[in-house]
């Protein structure tokens, strides 16, 4: 099943794909959706064809947005360090977001970096979760790319300032249901630059897997319907490149995984 946030008569609203037709949820938007029904409930719930919808950012306002750094075995390797015994977390805001198809607007100056993930959506509330019981609590599974502003990450020894710029952090375009893939299968997780592959792995190969990383955080604080969870990004970053290379004005990013989707925003950077 896919679900998603769509535009559609100047609102959006939360949507349900049924044989290849947008139909509308009674919800403003996904994260609403979620919280209030349940995954489970969305085919039963589903209405009115939607015409010419357009998906946009499928969850608006999760009330957590954590994100696993070095999570892939080449992407830690080249960065010189040794394989990690507990994920490395960190967090970002709900601002940070932005829609599938959306520019990414940052100051001109800044050394701004692609970073491609799986990202995975909560679905039931998760406190002190086992794996199994992590892995049943999985709503669905989108796609993001943590475009990150290297100089301001690396002034310090904490990457959040680097890691949580409005608007930064694209997500979408869909979220789609367990039912219909599974990451530790091996889904291809694909970054590109103006046409150019900088990015390519499996979801296979992450270290920790999504199950694993949902339990690990609900072992110090509590997940919910429509919080967000992003797993790490593979090799291929502009930062780790010899010479280092980062994104441009005007420079257009796709991020695609197999099963879910893709993204395509250009980069705006503007005082």
């Known amino acids: 099943m896919r679900l ?7 609102r959006t609203t939360a949507a349900v794909l049924i044989d290849d037709v947008w139909r509308a949820l009674p919800a403003t938007d996904l994260s609403a959706f979620l919280a209030a029904q349940g995954v489970a409930r969305a085919a039963g719930l589903a209405g009115a064809a939607l015409d010419g919808a357009v998906p946009v950012l499928p969850l608006p306002a999760p009330a957590k947005v954590i994100c ?14 040794e394989l990690p015994s507990f994920p490395t977390l960190f967090a970002k805001y709900a601002d940070t977001l932005t829609g599938p198809a959306d520019d990414v607007v940052l100051p001109p100056g800044l050394q701004v970096d692609w970073e491609a ?4 959506v909560v679905g039931a509330t998760l406190r002190h979760a086992d794996p199994d019981t992590a892995r049943a609590g999985i709503a669905g599974y989108t796609v993001a790319n943590d475009i990150s502003v290297r100089d301001w990450q690396y002034r310090t020894l904490q990457w959040f300032q680097g890691k949580a710029w409005d608007g930064s952090c694209p997500v979408g375009p869909v979220v789609v249901t367990p039912d219909e893939i599974d990451p530790a299968a091996g889904l291809d997780v694909v970054c590109r630059v103006n046409g150019e592959e900088v990015q390519r792995d499996s979801t296979r190969t992450l270290v920790f897997d ?7 955080i609900s072992t110090f604080t509590v997940l919910r319907p429509g919080d967000l969870v992003l797993t790490g990004t593979p090799g291929g970053v502009g930062t780790a490149r010899e010479p280092q290379r980062f994104l441009a004005d005007g420079d257009v990013v796709e991020t695609a995984i197999a099963g879910i989707g893709a993204l395509r925003n250009t ?3 503007k005082g």
Not at 4 to 10: C, G, M
Not at 117 to 120: C, R
């Open 210 to 216: 999504s199950a694993q990383l949902l339990a690990y």
């Open 117 to 120: 993930e799986l990202a995975v």
């Open 68 to 81: 696993c750094g070095l999570n892939y075995a080449d992407h830690i390797r080249e960065t010189g360090r």
């Open 4 to 10: 998603a946030t769509v535009s559609h008569a100047d």
């Open 267 to 269: 980069v705006r950077l």
